[in-house]
Every structure is written in structure tokens, then in C-alpha cells.
């Protein structure tokens, strides 16, 4: 397992300290198009400034604002009644940047498959989730580093998906949790010194942060 699913960025750090992670980690799901809270598998390096302006091909504030059940999996023996990944609107509210090589404009809406639900012959629910990310929720606000695949659209990996509730950086729902900009700057003092990844960057920051770090790296 990766070393940096344990403590590394300021939310993975925040969630070991409490000993949140271990609550809601359900296993690997398979997924691709998002990120989540359990085993990391980027398809595209995502921590830094630079990975999102090298591989993204648009870097969004984006909210969900429908979601459904997809892709069903039922079971007839065992304590599971079914596995579901989730299909989930987004709606973009504000285009940072995009790169020149991007052959597809990211639209006013767009869609992904989030880690979903398993569901128990009892009667209760889990939510599913599959790497160190947010798990995509509505009701809440999220910074996006996307790239267009054969698949459709999807996030670089755990480092290109930022809680942004209030347009704030790090505030808002990550691994299935809500945490707050003061939960996370806790985290930070636990995570390494050496982190330069974009959440920790970013961290109470608004999109003008957003814009510059882009830009910074650009011109690095």
C-alpha cells in the first residue's frame, strides 16, 4: 500500500489523527473517473501545481447537483443485498483554467461515476469510497483537476479532487466527512514538511489562489 494513504496531505493527516479513515474505508471499488478514501491508484500524477498543468486538461470549481444509483451488483448469499456506484451531475461553477492541448471544452454540466453505497439485508447503508479524496457529495463544493478519457471525463487521482465548500479550500466534505478549514489546519501539523501538493497550497485559500498557483507552475 502506497505510504502516502496514511499520513501525508493535511486531510489524510486530520482523519488518522481522529481515526476517522478506518470508519469509512470499505475497500478498493474499481472506480476510475473519481476519487475517494481507500487504497490510492491516480491514473495521472495529481499532488502539485505542476501535474495538474501538465496532465488536466481543466481545472474547475464544480458542485454536484443530481445523483443516482448505476452499475447495481446484487448478492444472494452473505450479509450484502447489493453493491451501486453512483451517476452524479455536475454543475461547473467557475472555469480556472484550461489547457491549450484540450481537445473537448468542459461544458456548463458534466458527468462522473462516484464511489457509491453497499447496501445489507439488514436494511443499512455504507457509503463506498475509493481512494484518498473526496467521495463527491451534493450539497457540498469541489475544485477539480479533469482530463477527458475514452471513458469520459475524470480526475487525475486523490492529490486533483479539493474540498471548496464557500469557495474555500480544504472546508467541506472529504472522505465521506465534513471538515472545516480549522479541522484541516490541524491535520497540517501532522503532515509531512515536505508536502507540496495543491491541497496543502491551497489550504483557506479562494480561487485567486487557485489561478496563481496554475500560473506559477506554467511559468516554471
Known amino acids: 500500500m502506497p505510504s502516502r494513504v496514511f499520513i501525508s496531505r493535511p486531510v489524510a493527516a486530520v482523519l488518522a489523527v481522529a481515526g476517522i479513515a ?16 481507500g487504497i490510492s491508484s491516480d491514473p495521472y500524477p495529481s499532488q502539485t501545481a505542476e501535474d ?7 481545472v474547475a470549481v464544480v458542485t ?30 467557475d ?25 445489507y439485508k439488514s436494511g443499512s447503508r ?14 457540498h463544493t469541489y475544485l477539480l483537476a479533469l482530463r477527458w478519457t475514452d471513458d469520459g ?9 479539493v474540498p471548496f465548500d464557500d469557495h474555500t479550500g480544504d472546508q467541506g466534505e472529504w472522505c465521506g466527512r465534513v471538515l472545516s478549514k480549522e479541522d484541516v ?15 496543502k497550497a491551497l489550504l483557506g485559500q479562494s480561487e485567486q489562489a487557485v489561478t496563481r498557483e496554475l500560473q506559477r507552475a506554467r511559468k516554471g
Not at 495538474?52 to 481543466?58: I, L, R, S
Not at 444509483?69 to 451517476?87: F, H, L, S, V
Not at 455504507?126 to 450539497?139: I, N, Q, V, Y
Request: aromatic share 8%; charged share 30%; with cysteine.
Open 95 to 119: 472555469l480556472l483554467w484550461s489547457s491549450r492541448r484540450s481537445a473537448k471544452p468542459l461544458d456548463k454540466s458534466f458527468d462522473m461515476t462516484a464511489p457509491g453505497w453497499r447496501v
Open 185 to 199: 489546519a490541524r491535520g497540517e501539523r501532522f503532515s509531512r514538511s515536505d508536502d507540496h501538493s495543491m491541497e
Open 22 to 37: 478506518a470508519a469509512v474505508l470499505v475497500g478498493r471499488t474499481g472506480l476510475t473517473t473519481v476519487a475517494g478514501c
Open 52 to 58: 495538474w498543468v501538465t496532465y488536466a486538461d481543466h
Open 126 to 139: 455504507l457509503k463506498k469510497t475509493a481512494t484518498d479524496a473526496p467521495r463527491l457529495e451534493t450539497g
Open 64 to 93: 454536484p447537483v443530481r445523483e443516482r444509483e448505476t452499475n447495481r451488483r446484487d448478492y444472494t448469499k452473505g450479509t450484502i443485498r447489493y453493491d451501486a456506484d453512483r451517476a452524479v451531475t455536475f454543475r461547473t461553477d
Open 153 to 161: 471525463w475524470t480526475v487525475l487521482g486523490e492529490g486533483a479532487a
